[in-house]
C-alpha cells in the first residue's frame, strides 16, 4: 500500500479513531493529541503495512498502544516520594533474583528447557523472544504465518508444563 493510498484511508476513518479515541481518554482534549499521534505514527510508519492485514485494525491497535504507553509514562512519573522516608537507608527486599544462587539455577533450568524443545517449536520460540516479529519468522523460517504463531504457543505450552515444578 501506497503513501497516498494510506492517507486517504485515514481520512476515511477519522469518525473511527475520533470515537475510540475518546472512549479511551474520556476526554475530547485528550482524543484529538491522541488522534494526532497515532496519524503521525500510522504515516511515519506506513512501509510496516502488510497489504493483507486489516487496515482499520491495524491503526486502531496503533492508537491503542500509543495510549497504554503514554499511561504508563504518566504513572512513572506521578510516582510518589514519601519526604519522610530516609532515602539512604531504605532497607532491601532480597527476593532472588538473577544474581543469586537460586536466581542462576533457574534461569538454568529455563535455558535447558528451551534447549529441550523440539527444533521445529525452539527455533521460531528463540527468534520470537529474541524480537522478532511473527511475519518476520515466518519469512525467515519460509513458513506460513499461521504455522508460526502456533508453533510459539505450544512451545509455551510445553516451557510451562517443564518449568511447573520451579514455582
Not at 493510498?5 to 475520533?18: A, N, P, R, T, V
Not at 522478532?132 to 504465518?145: C, D, S, V
Request: aromatic share 8%; net charge negative.
Amino acid at each position: 500500500m501506497d503513501v497516498l493510498q494510506i492517507q486517504k484511508d485515514l481520512i476515511g476513518m477519522q469518525d473511527y479513531m475520533k470515537n475510540f479515541a475518546r472512549t479511551l481518554t474520556k476526554d475530547e482534549a485528550d482524543a484529538e493529541d491522541l488522534m494526532q499521534d497515532t496519524t503521525l505514527r500510522v504515516l511515519n510508519n506506513y512501509d510496516k503495512f502488510v497489504d493483507n492485514v486489516n487496515f482499520k485494525g491495524w491503526v486502531l491497535k496503533i492508537m491503542r498502544n500509543i495510549f497504554i504507553n503514554n499511561y504508563h509514562k504518566l504513572v512513572r512519573t506521578q510516582g510518589i516520594i514519601d519526604p519522610n522516608v530516609d532515602a539512604y537507608n531504605v532497607p532491601l527486599l532480597s527476593e532472588g533474583g538473577e544474581n543469586t544462587p537460586e536466581g542462576s539455577m533457574d534461569i538454568k533450568e529455563i535455558t535447558q528447557a528451551i534447549a529441550s524443545l523440539q527444533p521445529s517449536l525452539k527455533e521460531p520460540f528463540s527468534m520470537f523472544v529474541s524480537g522478532y516479529k511473527y511475519n518476520e519468522i515466518a519469512e525467515t523460517l519460509g513458513i506460513p504465518l499461521g504455522t508460526v504463531k502456533s508453533r510459539i504457543f505450544f512451545a509455551r505450552q510445553e516451557l510451562q508444563r517443564k518449568l511447573r515444578d520451579m514455582r
